[in-house]
């Protein structure tokens, strides 16, 4: 079973950047669909970015679509969510996330089947 460490959270100005970070170890990285998701306080948990077992593909929201880039270094056994202007309603605690299903797309809609890190804070000031 992997397990998820994310870390790079932090404060920022809006129009700023942060990089975050998720380590994983346990379990054969590269086999595993990686992805990021985030809850703001009093609202639900939303889908971010998920990214292919090669990094070959990846999935945006609506949302963050050209401003955050998610990436994985295999070597590393770790997976990156860049983020760039960012902007006050960016404001959440992120959650890295692992599945092995063929489906991940749907694991990283539905919220099922994942394994989850810890959840790194990032607050975004106006």
């Known amino acids: 079973q992997v397990q998820l460490v994310e870390s790079g959270g932090g404060l920022v100005q809006a129009g700023g950047s942060l990089r975050l970070s998720c380590a994983a170890s346990?379990?054969?990285?590269?086999?595993?669909?990686m992805g990021w998701s985030r809850q703001a306080p009093g609202k639900e948990r939303d889908f971010v970015a998920s990214i292919s077992w090669t990094g070959g593909s990846t999935y945006y929201a609506d949302s963050v679509k050209g401003r955050f880039t998610i990436s994985r270094d295999n070597a590393k056994n770790t997976v990156y969510l860049q983020m760039n202007s960012l902007e006050p309603e960016d404001t959440a605690v992120y959650y890295c996330a692992a599945t092995d299903s063929y489906y991940y797309t749907d694991r990283f809609r539905d919220f099922k089947g994942l394994y989850w890190g810890q959840g790194t804070q990032v607050t975004v000031s106006s």
């Open positions: 346990g379990g054969a990285f590269a086999s595993y669909a």
